[in-house]
Every structure is written in structure tokens, then in C-alpha cells.
């Protein structure tokens, strides 16, 4: 008798133990979470230097938007051949970056994957990204590069005008010297692509879907 009851009070502290770590996990996500979110907040909140430097700053805050993107999107497993393998962020055209974006992916990781950037300049050329940023520069090539990318699983990101309303996914507004973006949700779903609602909450507009959701 007095065996049994040491065993249940055993079997009730290891009971309790698993639930504390797992609490604590929990509350180490939730954290991590939140500070992300606070990150990307803050970014959509910055004023861009107005100096000389103002297109360096511009193109340094994408960079920084770009790589908390992939944080809050999920791919299709099949999107990759391996669980380890690299998320590609590519550009097409002339690279307005001019080496930001390389240096704000560099040595980062998701998980087990690390970033790596491709550049290309023919949009014939475009292959393995899992993200496609567009410029500026490019618009008058923006029919042809999304038909390009149709039914494959690439987030495209634009800076054009109107770039979510003729069918990109996430597209920069440049608004009181702030930058800020607007979600296609519709474009994405259709290339099996999942964006988190914390990211549709800070979103200027959701078009084909509601925030939250």
C-alpha cells in the first residue's frame, strides 16, 4: 500500500515537471514571437534618413523587412529538397540592394535553414527562390516575371506602384517618409504559400482576405 502511494506521488511530481518545461517552451515562444513582431512593428514605423544617404537607408529597411518576411510565411514542405536547405531570396534586374540584402541575410538562419541570395538579371533566368524581390526598375517586366513564377511557390515582393493590385503578394509603400506594406492574401493562397495573421495585422491593407485570419 505504502509502495503504491510513493509511485503516484512520483508519478504526480514527473507529471507536474513535464507540464512546467512545457509551460516554459510555451512561454520562450510566445516571447520569441512577440519580439519579433516587435522588430517588424518598429521597422514599419522608422523614418528614413533624408539625406544623402536617404536610398541606402530605404533599401536597408527592406532588407530588414524582407528577412522577418520569411519568418512569418510558411512554404509547402515539398518547396524544398531537403529539410536543411537554404532559403533563396532572389533579385531580378538591377540589384538596388547593392549588397544590403546579402549583409542582412548573412549568417542568419530559420530553423535549420540559412539564407542565401541570388541575382539575376533576364527574368528567363529566375529559378530555386522561395522569395523574389522586384524593383522598381522592373515594372514594365512585371506581367512577364509573375506569369514566370505562376504556380510555383515564390512569395514575390515588389516596390512598384500597384504592385499587389496587378498580382504581387507584398508589395512597399513608401508613405510620410515611412515604409509600409500591403498583402495580395488571394496571390499568395493560390501559390500554396501561409502568411501569418500578426503579419496581415500590421499589413496598410489585405487584399482577398481579412486580417487575422
Not at 26 to 37: D, K, S, Y
Not at 90 to 111: M, R, V
Not at 127 to 135: A, H, R, W
Request: charged share 25%.
Amino acid at each position: 500500500m505504502v509502495l503504491n502511494l510513493t509511485n503516484k506521488v512520483r508519478g504526480a511530481r514527473r507529471a507536474c515537471g513535464d507540464r512546467t518545461r512545457g509551460q516554459k517552451i510555451h512561454r520562450r515562444a510566445g516571447r520569441l514571437g512577440t519580439v519579433i513582431l516587435v522588430v517588424v512593428t518598429t521597422l514599419g514605423g522608422a523614418r528614413l534618413a533624408s539625406s544623402q544617404s536617404r536610398t541606402t537607408s530605404e533599401y536597408q529597411v527592406k532588407a530588414a523587412f524582407l528577412f522577418h518576411f520569411a519568418q512569418f510565411v510558411e512554404w509547402p514542405e515539398e518547396t524544398f529538397k531537403d529539410a536543411n536547405g537554404p532559403l533563396t531570396y532572389c533579385t531580378i534586374g538591377n540589384d538596388p540592394f547593392h549588397g544590403s540584402l546579402d549583409a542582412a541575410l548573412n549568417g542568419k538562419t530559420i530553423g535549420a535553414r540559412s539564407f542565401r541570395v541570388l541575382h539575376f538579371k533576364q527574368p528567363q533566368d529566375i529559378q530555386g527562390c522561395q522569395v523574389l524581390f522586384i524593383g522598381a526598375e522592373e515594372k514594365k517586366f512585371l506581367p512577364s516575371i509573375l506569369a514566370g513564377v505562376k504556380g510555383k511557390t515564390v512569395l514575390t515582393v515588389g516596390e512598384s506602384e500597384h504592385f499587389v493590385q496587378e498580382g504581387g503578394m507584398i508589395g512597399f509603400l513608401l508613405e510620410e517618409n515611412k515604409i509600409r506594406f500591403e498583402v495580395n492574401l488571394e496571390a499568395a493562397q493560390k501559390a500554396k504559400l501561409r502568411i501569418s495573421s500578426r503579419l496581415l495585422a500590421l499589413a496598410k491593407s489585405v487584399i482577398g482576405g481579412q486580417r487575422g485570419t
